[in-house]
């Protein structure tokens, strides 16, 4: 060659390979500036200088926080953009858009809030995308359908509103949709079924209404279907079932019906997760279903099934949860509780519920062979009868044992004492007698003990001063003598019930002071004499329970006045008393309603905004036909439709408890059994 064209060509090359650094390098400043202005959209009060080497300087953006480039050298570009559980807080900005080489981006875990900018759908490369537990409002961006390459996208715990896009339906390589605990509403779009290759689509916590739809049974590589606490109606469409991929399958919390199929152990062999509960589903428990020998978790409380529980719960050995409660479930006459003897084979289990059902018979000595991780164990509201077995110490990580509403007798057992990690203890309204044994002082991290309703004798043993957490104390309804310990109302976590109404407990009160942080106190029905302790009158509940107190002091002292006996009350004194009625319990009722509407809306009845006409009661009431939940003060990230049911109706019972006549005032156990199925209800309403 020629030695001029040799060297012409040689700078010719060098010329374009310098172009072409130029370019890369300004398309890499081009990542740069766009980070920049990305970051003047953020702060991060809980961690300043997080992004401190997010600086202007000639410092390379690969080199930043939270931020992957690929490549080396001069070919360098952003792909990756991580700042996941960073505390920031800010908006997202539109410039995001212009780093454009962008494949993943994680902002999940953060304080974020405002709009998802539409921008983000010109990011053509982006195949995985997590906004989730952020603030995020609005709707999401139709041209989010433009992701063509996405295959990751979680929007979960957010705030995001509107219809959920048919336009989703185009993202044909997705493979994660994650749009759960959000304000979605409307149907759910049979678009979504063209995502052949979808594995986890999780819905759960949202608005959403209609029938699920049956579209989405061509679903066949899904493993995940979570459609939880929303408003969905109609029936599980069968071709659900045929998804033979599927390992989690929860519709709970919805308006569902229909029976569930008897195969659907079968034809879902792979099932790990089953969550049916709080629906209307009728018919029988499948069989099918204790025949997965892997699965997990078994989950059909209220619903509307019927019959027995059916064989094989001994092949579970992976079983964690059980929970049938709230059934019309019965057992045979001839087997017993034998199925509980039958769980002793499933080592892993941690909670197990058949309450609320018509089960009948003894507590099988057995039970003390049930799991060594048992955590949580409801039998109430069925028709046991019998003891309590000794063998119930052996359970040894029960936090939570619930009996109450049988026929249960004979005495608490000692061996209940050993049960050390436990903090509920429910016998409530059975047929218990003996006296309460003061080795339950020893279970230090007891929170609620409920005894009420029992035939219990004897005193209230001063061992219960070790209950250094009791926060709710109920004995009512027994046969309890005695003066009351002056340990027993010096515990200071009591903040929330302390009932001793309806027994035969005598003497003075002592005079004590932390009894001002209990909401309510009821000791009614006793044989208590003398003056009410000033600790007493500072209570924040002061004449709840007061209707015989009230009188025995206004028949020793008849000078006395009306003002002085309800002292530090005022807001809770039902309108009658103002117009010199007799005392009642009618008038405890209602001083009981407004506790509670305190208690769950947050407003006093002495604040300063109620004057005139307006009291707490009025408040309530015009803020809750207008809008129900709106009253409630709760955390805003709560929309599991159970909970809120729940809420509605215990301020629903605070009204009833209110009415201005005590004549239409509902009755305290009509109150009490109002509010005993929305615990229930509470307690079972998180998925698992």
Known sequence: MHPVVFFTTVLYCISLLSVKSLSVHRNLIADKDALISFKSKLSSPEAPNLLSSWDNQNSSPCNWTGVTCNGFGSGQRVISLNLSGFGMEGTISPHITNISFLRSVDLGNNKLRGAIPPEIGYLFRLRFLNLSSNSLEGRIPLNISKLTQLQSLDLMANKITGEI???????????????????????????????SSLTVLN??????????PGELGNLKNLTVLDLTINRLTGTVPSAIYNMSSLVNLAVASNILSGEIPYDVGIKLPKLLIFNYCINNFTGR???????????????????????????????????????IGYNKIHNPQDDGLSFITSLANST???????D????????????????????????GKNRIHGGIPESIGLLRSLSLLELNDNSISGKIPEAISY????????????????????????LRKLNNIDLSGNEMVGGIPTSFENFQSLLSLDLSNNKLDGSIPKEVLNL??????????????????????????????????????????????????????????????????????????????????????????????????YSYGVMLLELFTGMSPLQECFSGDLNLVRWVESNLLEKELQVLQFDNEVKNEAKNKCLITVIRVGLSCTKDSPDGRINIKEALRSLINARDIFLKSDPY
Request: net charge positive.
């Open 419 to 442: 049960l050390q990690e436990l903090q509920y203890l429910g016998l409530a309204r059975n047929k218990i007698s003996g006296i309460i044994p003061s080795s339950l002082g020893n």
């Open 348 to 354: 892993r289990l941690n909670f197990l519920a058949i």
């Open 492 to 589: 200071p976590s009591l903040s929330i019930i302390l009932n001793l109404s309806k027994n035969f407990l005598d003497g003075p009160l002592p005079q004590v002071g932390v009894l001002e942080k209990v909401v309510v106190i009821d000791l009614s029905g006793n044989r208590l004499s003398g003056d009410i302790p000033k600790s007493f009158e500072r209570s924040k509940v002061g004449d709840f329970g007061l209707a015989r107190l009230l009188q025995e002091r206004m028949s020793n002292q008849v000078s006395i006045s009306s003002t002085f006996i309800v002292k530090g009350s005022i807001g809770y004194i039902p309108p009658e008393y103002g117009l010199c009625e007799k005392s009642s319990t009618a008038g405890d009722v």
């Open 203 to 212: 819905m759960g916590t949202n608005v959403l209404t209609g029938n699920i």
């Open 285 to 323: 428990i499948p069989g099918s279903l204790h025949n997965l020998t892997n699965i997990q978790v078994i989950r059909m409380a209220h619903n509307l099934l019927v019959g027995t529980v059916p064989p094989g719960l001994g092949n579970l050995p992976f079983l964690q949860m059980y929970n």
């Open 165 to 195: 896009p048919q336009e989703l339906g185009h993202l044909s390589k997705l493979e994660d949709l994650k749009l759960g605990r959000n304000i979605f509403w409307g149907k759910i779009p049979p678009s979504l079924s063209n995502l």
């Open 356 to 379: 609320g059902n018509a089960f009948e018979g003894v507590l099988p000595e057995s039970i003390g062979n049930l799991s060594k991780v048992l955590s949580k164990l409801y039998i």
